[in-house]
């Protein structure tokens, strides 16, 4: 049992020109089992509420809570968060030169369950999670996101999901930048997430393609910081025909 | 001096260079002032913390112990007298270095013979005993043509020393020197080392520093012939209080050259204080020569002060390619931000951030017993700081 709560959050951002509000008061409820599609247009604040909820250093909260499981995330550090039970899987994940994956992937495991894992079965378990986003095992020796496409690194995101195994995942523009065919292999891996019992899924997106097979219970649609709309699967069908034109005229 | 000395001293005559980057050599003393601290070369240095060795002090201590450990075909032997002492053309280019050629009693020398090839390195720890009275040494390590090995030399306890190191690698040789000062907190080490690269000869140089007091290492690297190559890592811990010095030279004087030099530095604690200057100089001579060079410095307290300076001379454009790079940052935010969202806590990030840090240039040494001792002694200086609050 999970449940991810967002409450009239507020999160502003600080610029050149002063500070500037980029999420005006989101409220949103996760309950296990769901997932959930944000889509929205570019800079409506998709990317800004992920990294909030993420613990990014960047986004200022100024109003509203987070709670999961009735827990404050928002007074939780970063790593706080995701012992808790938070994923993100970034839009632009971060290189970290000469972290090898499997040095990352351990420490990472080991932090989130708190205590090593069994190295025999996880060396089985980290072979299993590559090999199923079509990452070759000589992948793990590799620095982390060092020179990976921009595929590799998306497949690598869902691996870690995969591993560390969250209460809510969060996925950040996973679809962007990606074929089809990579495509499909990162949405088997977030339905065989989906699958798994208790488990919460935000997902953010640009593009309708990504729920032609990942399919959302909900379907919000994000204008200017704000939810501006909300519904069922056919929703996003709806966007497909009519793209985001209708909300922006509304929103000026 | 022998013909081949003299031929390329008249090369080098002809091809005379107006810089401060190499200032005109002497062996004798007089000819170099004590410095005062405001000259271009000393500006960084703490003389103070020096015990003398820029001025008077007397360098007749014998307060270390040498060790060796080599493998057969080696030779190693302690050459009495200055018949060895300028072989690789080492003409001294500062006070320090003209004191310790001058008193220097005898040179050690390391020769691994024509066509050998090591299956192990050669070790040579020198171990020092006492800091009562300054020491001056002198060594040559020669490979001779086409031979390959590894000489691994490594400095402890304590003494106050000022050395000379030469080395020669002759025609198509291929030689690591992997230079470890690995010193008690009261050591003082003003070391000089002058390469002379070989007609299509490979020179690696190691160069890691943790401890001492002081530590300034001034390294020169020449060509006597064209298709010469010198790749020279570096790898330095600064702690608080600690001063740790580079001066790299790399003096392409030859066509057809290659040069690398990459150097990496962590400091942490009150007033831990690193210098850097990588001086490239490529002469009308070395036409298609290529070099890059690339200083990194990541400071992890505050409190610390990295000073990092790279010098490209460039005397004609015919060349393949030159460039450098330098910078000097604490913790990329991203990095940890990346980490940290993995469930990994801020410290432990940290800790595999500065292990990452020197990971790729550790790999490149080409050792593995000592590459994980290095990742060993990296742990070892993070629990100073770092990962105090983790244990």
């Known amino acids: 049992m999970s449940t991810l709560e967002i409450k009239d959050l507020k999160v502003q951002v600080n610029t050149e020109d002063g500070p500037k509000e980029i999420l005006k008061g989101v409220t949103l409820t996760i309950k296990d089992g769901e997932t959930h599609a944000i889509m929205g247009p570019n800079g409506s604040g998709k990317s800004t509420l992920a990294y909030s909820i993420a613990g990014h250093p960047r986004y200022e909260i100024t109003g509203g809570t987070v709670t999961l499981d009735g827990e404050d995330v928002l007074e939780m550090s970063v790593d706080e968060r995701a012992r808790a039970g938070l994923f993100l899987a970034m839009q632009y994940p971060v290189e970290v030169p000469g972290v090898s994956v499997s040095n990352f992937l351990r420490t990472a495991k080991t932090a989130i369950s708190g205590e090593a894992p069994k190295l025999r079965t996880w060396v089985k378990d980290v072979n299993s999670a590559l090999d199923l986003m079509n990452l070759d095992s000589t992948f793990s020796s590799r620095s982390v996101n060092e020179g990976f496409s921009g595929g590799e690194k998306k497949r690598h995101e869902i691996a870690q999901l995969d591993l560390l195994d969250p209460k809510v995942a ?33 997902l953010i997106t640009h593009y309708t393609r990504i729920l032609r097979y990942i399919k959302p219970d909900y379907v919000h649609v994000f204008v200017d910081g704000k939810v501006a709309d909300e519904g069922g699967p056919e929703l996003a069908d709806e966007l497909e025909a009519n793209g985001y034109e209708k909300y922006l005229t509304a929103a000026v | 001096m022998s013909a081949v000395a003299e ?10 260079v107006e810089s401060h980057l190499h200032p005109e050599g002497s062996f004798d003393v007089a000819d170099h002032e004590v410095p005062t601290g405001r000259e271009e070369i000393w500006r960084f240095t703490p003389l103070k913390r020096l015990k003398g060795l820029h001025q008077e002090a007397s360098l007749a201590g014998t307060s270390y112990a040498p060790a060796f450990d080599a493998p057969e075909g080696v030779r190693i032997e302690q050459v009495e007298g200055d018949a060895l002492k300028g072989v690789s053309g080492l003409v001294p280019w500062d006070r320090i270095s003209a004191r310790a050629f001058a008193e220097a009693k005898s040179t050690l020398a390391v020769t691994i013979p024509a066509e050998t090839e090591l299956d192990r390195p050669v070790f040579v720890t020198l171990k020092g005993t006492g800091t009562d009275e300054a020491t001056a040494t002198h060594a040559v390590i020669r490979a001779e043509k086409f031979s390959q090995a590894v000489v691994v030399i490594r400095f402890e306890g304590s003494m106050i020393l000022a050395d ?23 050591a003082v080490h003003v070391g000089h080392r002058h ?76 007033k831990a204080h690193t210098v850097w200057i990588g001086n490239v100089l490529i002469r009308k001579v070395a036409e298609g020569i290529e070099t890059y060079e690339e200083n990194r410095n990541l400071v992890l307290t505050d409190g610390c002060h990295a000073d990092s300076v790279p010098n490209l001379e460039i005397e004609t454009g015919e060349i393949a ?71």
């Not at chain 2, 090369?11 to 005379?16: S, T, V």
């Not at chain 2, 000379?164 to 009261?186: P, Q």
Request: charge should be negative; charged fraction near 30%; aromatic fraction near 6%.
């Open chain 2, 321 to 391: 390619g030159a460039g450098h790079a330098s910078a000097t940052a604490r913790f990329d935010d991203e990095h940890l931000f990346y980490l940290r969202s993995r469930g990994i806590s801020e410290k432990e990030a940290q800790r595999l951030v500065v292990h990452g840090f020197f990971d790729d240039l550790i790999r490149k040494i080409g050792v593995p017993e000592l590459q994980e001792q290095l990742a060993a002694t990296v742990e070892a200086e993070l629990a100073k700081n770092v990962l105090k609050e983790l244990v």
């Open chain 2, 195 to 270: 390469i002379r690269v070989g007609r299509d000869a490979e020179f690696k140089h190691v160069d890691i520093t943790i401890g001492g007091d002081v530590v300034r290492h001034d390294t020169t690297a020449e060509y006597s012939g064209p298709g010469g190559s010198v790749e020279m890592l570096g790898l330095y811990f600064a702690d608080a209080g600690q001063h740790i010095e580079h001066r790299l030279f790399v003096d392409h004087t030859a066509p057809k050259t290659k040069s690398h030099v990459v150097y990496k530095g962590a400091l942490q604690g009150e």
């Open chain 2, 7 to 16: 031929r390329l001293g008249a090369a080098l005559e002809m091809d005379k």
């Open chain 2, 164 to 186: 000379n190191v030469e080395v020669v690698v002759e025609d198509g040789a291929k030689l690591t020197v992997i230079s470890i000062d690995d010193w008690a907190d009261d």
């Open chain 1, 170 to 202: 969060i996925l950040d523009e996973t679809d962007s930048g990606l074929d089809i065919d990579a495509l499909k292999v990162v949405s088997e891996g977030v339905n065989r997430f989906r699958e798994r019992d208790n488990k919460g899924v935000l």
